[in-house]
């Protein structure tokens, strides 16, 4: 096996015993970055020369016996949007261009400079999080690594394909209704959104504060829980992370599940929700009740009503947040500066954010306007609040949820890229998690006939992470499949 077909843990471990050097590692990916960049495009800006550097020095410390970290140097990929200080840091926009962050984001201090992972470079989204495809990027799409005729999901696309392809060992997406989860179903790799609040947003540069969520994106279940350990805590400078105990999450993957209950909805299970993808659902949940869990029938009765609540509300935050980006206060200013200040702002807006985001911020504005802000903003917070309930009520029943990432496999480039109305509504299992605020995992269950892989997803009760990684490890064992590295080619096969 290659270095970067190992799992993290495993990594750490030869490391550890001094099998393979960290610099050893570290050229490993940049070579396999060599490879298949070109193909992929799943970096926005790589750190070569100082991550190298970096791993010497990492090298050194651990010749002289000196404390390194838990991640032991290993190469960490990071979402055009979280930010690392004095490294260009742009959302995927035109707006952002060449802004470096004077300071770093919580989950970066955390990981790098206490924990000693190597940041190797900022992967590629879709501009400001607003996509499920990674096409809605300044700087072009990012290719699916199963299939480079497809989508590799959004809006942490170059997150989860630098993972499938080995390009890096670990990498931080951030989730606002699925999207760390739906570019983890469609690229084969593990993707952790956690509760709201568990992990700090410090850093994160906001598209819908009340649903975004930093989280994860790595081959295995295992990976996943070491980096929630790190990652998780109260931070002083974000006031809604939350202050409680820090699960071992590492620890809690091996128990048995046999006196789990796991609830099924069969919403999730309706129109629109591809044969082979439920075929593959249901005989994973089939799986876990061989392992001994017990599953029961529930219902998420609003499930109808979340795609249009959670756009209606992401939209109205994200025109709220985007407003500070005039060329003035925050981002790049137009070049022509005739007229007043008012066809300034709104040149430069027109010029440097992409037709999504625009489309987002008219829509958004529109529904927190005198006349329907009623009408829409405050109606979409009332159903919010009966989605919640509705996850309440289920979690009385059983200890999670099982149900389809995403109701297809990855679709082909430019398939809905003039059909956002579809590409919403693909979002429909992922987004109910966001308005709830619960945490979700998604693991890979199985390939379609056209060995796309198929995303499983497991709910948790609030700050239940441990309970969701304990049932996903447990079925990954017993599936086998997380170890499949993507080929990087067309077709699939």
């Given at each position: 096996?290659?270095l970067?077909?190992?799992?993290?843990y495993?990594?750490?471990?030869?490391?550890?015993?001094?099998?393979?050097?960290?610099?050893?590692?570290?050229?490993?990916?940049?070579?396999?970055?060599e490879?298949?960049?070109?193909?992929l495009?799943s970096?926005?800006?790589?750190?070569?020369e100082?991550a190298?550097?970096?791993?010497?020095?990492?090298?050194?410390?651990?010749?002289?016996?000196?404390?390194?970290?838990?991640?032991?140097?290993?190469?960490?990929?990071?979402?055009?949007?979280?930010c690392?200080?004095?490294?260009?840091?742009?959302?995927?926009?035109?707006?952002l261009?060449?802004?470096?962050?004077?300071?770093?984001?919580?989950v970066?201090?955390r990981?790098?400079?206490?924990?000693?992972?190597?940041?190797?470079?900022?992967?590629?989204?879709?501009?400001f999080?607003?996509?499920?495809?990674?096409?809605?990027?300044?700087?072009g799409?990012t290719?699916?690594p199963?299939?480079i005729?497809?989508?590799?999901?959004?809006?942490?696309g170059g997150?989860?394909?630098?993972?499938?392809?080995?390009?890096?060992i670990?990498?931080l997406?951030s989730?606002?209704?699925g999207?760390?989860?739906?570019?983890?179903a469609?690229?084969?790799?593990?993707?952790?959104?956690?509760?709201?609040g568990?992990?700090?947003?410090?850093?994160?540069?906001?598209?819908?504060?009340?649903?975004?969520?930093i989280?994860?994106?790595?081959k295995?279940?295992?990976?996943?829980?070491?980096?929630?350990?790190?990652i998780?805590?109260?931070?002083?400078l974000?006031?809604?992370?939350?202050?409680?105990?820090?699960?071992?999450?590492?620890?809690?993957?091996?128990?048995?599940?046999d006196?789990?209950?796991?609830?099924v909805?069969?919403?999730?299970?309706?129109?629109?929700?591809?044969?082979?993808?439920?075929?593959?659902?249901?005989?994973?949940?089939d799986?876990?009740?061989?392992?001994?869990?017990?599953?029961?029938?529930?219902?998420?009765p609003?499930?109808?009503y979340?795609?249009?609540?959670?756009?209606?509300?992401?939209?109205?935050?994200?025109?709220?947040?985007?407003?500070?980006?005039d060329g003035?206060?925050?981002?790049n200013m137009s070049?022509?500066?005739?007229?007043d200040?008012?066809?300034?702002f709104?040149?430069t807006?027109g010029e440097?954010?992409?037709?999504?985001?625009?489309r987002?911020?008219?829509?958004?504005?529109?529904?927190?306007?005198?006349?329907?802000?009623n009408?829409?903003?405050?109606?979409?917070?009332?159903?919010?609040?009966?989605?919640?309930n509705d996850?309440?009520e289920?979690?009385?029943?059983?200890?999670?949820?099982?149900?389809?990432?995403?109701?297809?496999?990855?679709?082909?480039?430019?398939e809905f890229i003039?059909?956002?109305?579809?590409?919403?509504i693909?979002?429909?299992?992922?987004?109910?998690?966001?308005?709830?605020?619960?945490?979700?995992?998604?693991?890979?269950c199985?390939?379609?006939?056209?060995?796309?892989?198929?995303?499983?997803?497991?709910?948790?009760?609030?700050?239940?992470e441990?309970?969701?990684?304990?049932i996903?490890?447990?079925?990954e064992?017993?599936?086998?499949?997380?170890?499949?590295?993507a080929?990087v080619?067309?077709?699939?096969k």
């Amino acid at each position: 096996m290659k270095l970067y077909e190992f799992m993290a843990y495993e990594l750490i471990e030869k490391i550890r015993n001094k099998e393979i050097s960290i610099l050893e590692l570290a050229e490993t990916c940049f070579e396999r970055i060599e490879e298949t960049e070109l193909i992929l495009h799943s970096f926005v800006n790589l750190s070569k020369e100082k991550a190298l550097e970096e791993a010497k020095s990492l090298d050194k410390d651990l010749k002289e016996d000196k404390k390194i970290g838990r991640l032991y140097g290993l190469p960490l990929a990071n979402k055009d949007l979280i930010c690392v200080k004095n490294f260009p840091t742009t959302c995927g926009s035109k707006i952002l261009h060449d802004y470096h962050p004077p300071y770093n984001a919580f989950v970066i201090d955390r990981l790098v400079k206490h924990e000693g992972a190597i940041h190797i470079g900022n992967t590629n989204m879709d501009e400001f999080a607003m996509g499920s495809s990674t096409e809605n990027s300044c700087y072009g799409p990012t290719y699916n690594p199963w299939d480079i005729s497809r989508v590799p999901g959004g809006s942490s696309g170059g997150s989860a394909a630098s993972i499938a392809s080995g390009q890096a060992i670990l990498s931080l997406g951030s989730d606002t209704g699925g999207s760390i989860r739906c570019p983890a179903a469609f690229c084969g790799t593990v993707g952790l959104k956690p509760t709201y609040g568990r992990v700090s947003r410090y850093g994160l540069v906001a598209f819908a504060n009340s649903l975004d969520q930093i989280g994860t994106i790595t081959k295995c279940v295992y990976d996943s829980a070491l980096m929630l350990e790190i990652i998780s805590g109260k931070d002083l400078l974000d006031s809604t992370s939350v202050d409680m105990k820090i699960d071992n999450y590492t620890e809690e993957l091996k128990k048995p599940i046999d006196k789990k209950i796991i609830g099924v909805p069969m919403e999730f299970f309706g129109e629109g929700i591809d044969n082979e993808v439920e075929s593959a659902v249901r005989k994973a949940i089939d799986k876990l009740e061989r392992l001994g869990a017990k599953t029961i029938d529930i219902s998420i009765p609003h499930l109808e009503y979340t795609v249009a609540t959670y756009y209606l509300l992401c939209m109205s935050e994200a025109s709220s947040n985007l407003a500070r980006y005039d060329g003035l206060r925050y981002g790049n200013m137009s070049d022509n500066l005739s007229g007043d200040v008012y066809d300034v702002f709104s040149r430069t807006r027109g010029e440097k954010f992409g037709p999504e985001v625009r489309r987002r911020i008219f829509l958004g504005t529109f529904a927190l306007s005198a006349g329907y802000y009623n009408m829409f903003y405050i109606k979409a917070l009332k159903v919010r609040s009966l989605i919640k309930n509705d996850f309440v009520e289920a979690f009385k029943k059983c200890d999670s949820i099982v149900c389809p990432t995403m109701p297809s496999t990855a679709f082909q480039i430019g398939e809905f890229i003039d059909d956002p109305l579809q590409m919403y509504i693909a979002d429909i299992l992922t987004c109910p998690v966001n308005l709830a605020g619960i945490p979700a995992l998604s693991i890979p269950c199985g390939f379609d006939s056209n060995d796309l892989p198929i995303g499983f997803q497991i709910i948790g009760d609030y700050f239940d992470e441990k309970g969701i990684l304990n049932i996903g490890y447990q079925l990954e064992q017993d599936l086998n499949i997380y170890r499949k590295i993507a080929p990087v080619t067309k077709g699939g096969k």
